[in-house]
T-cell receptor, first 116, second 112 residues
Framework: DTGVSQDPRHKITKRGQNVTFRCDPI?????LYWYRQTLGQGPEFLTY????????KSRLLSDRFSAERPKGSFSTLEIQRTEQGDSAMYLC??????????????FGEGSWLTVV | AQKITQTQPGMFVQEKEAVTLDCTYD???????LFWYKQPSSGEMIFLIY????DQQNATEGRYSLNFQKARKSANLVISASQLGDSAMYFC?????????WGAGTKLIIKP
């Protein structure tokens, strides 16, 4: 499968614990994005990487959240001291501006987080 | 500020009928892209179709076509010959530099 893959797909954690999600983008894509989506809403932008550089972070990304893309390939999103409000689906996406269809962004299947 | 508006929270359509999902947008950028994504209950966000602001023709991808009316700032998605598997949430989005601006989505249910 050459699409965007995310792991784990589902995570249930106790409040206060740390969680980490991993994203493997489409191999030739140099741009990687993290979005968060709650039930009944559209996705909300969290952060964006171009290669290994984190170029933008949303104000939604509090200091408990950190994202890395150390070698410009896979990325991790860590949430420290989880709160119930962090319960959501975390979507990873990637794109390449060289594509003919504009900067089409392709998404993974998402990682569902439930904080209990 | 850039904004996407989807005015149909939900729609019921008979199988095999065509369906139009509405999307209007607001931007002051001369160059922009418009996207439609499908999100089934499994959660994956599936890319359907893209329309660039300078594209002369409306985009088409199989049963999907985008009715792009630039002067009216609308980018409606048309699904021809709907199928039961088309039941899902549909999101319209617009690119803004490095991110997508999303509408609230339309829940489409295809009736057998």
């Amino acid at each position: 499968d050459t699409g965007v893959s995310q792991d784990p797909r589902h995570k249930i954690t106790k409040r206060g614990q740390n969680v980490t999600f991993r994203c493997d983008p489409i191999s030739e894509h140099n741009r990687l994005y993290w979005y968060r989506q709650t039930l009944g809403q559209g996705p909300e932008f969290l952060t964006y990487f171009q290669n290994e550089a984190q170029l933008e972070k949303s104000r939604l990304l509090s200091d408990r959240f950190s994202a890395e893309r150390p070698k410009g390939s896979f990325s991790t999103l860590e949430i420290q001291r989880t709160e119930q409000g962090d319960s959501a689906m975390y979507l990873c996406a990637s794109s390449s501006p060289r594509q003919l269809s504009g900067n089409t962004i392709y998404f993974g299947e998402g990682s569902w987080l439930t904080v209990v | 500020a850039q904004k996407i508006t989807q005015t149909q929270p939900g729609m019921f359509v008979q199988e095999k009928e065509a369906v139009t999902l509405d999307c209007t947008y607001d931007t002051s950028d001369p160059s922009y892209g418009l996207f439609w994504y499908k999100q089934p209950s499994s959660g994956e966000m599936i890319f359907l179709i893209y329309q660039g602001s300078y594209d002369q023709q409306n985009a088409t991808e199989g049963r999907y076509s985008l009715n792009f009316q630039k002067a009216r700032k609308s980018a409606n998605l048309v699904i021809s010959a709907s199928q039961l598997g088309d039941s899902a949430m549909y999101f319209c989005a617009m690119d803004s530099n490095y991110q997508l601006i999303w509408g609230a989505g339309t829940k489409l249910i295809i009736k057998p």
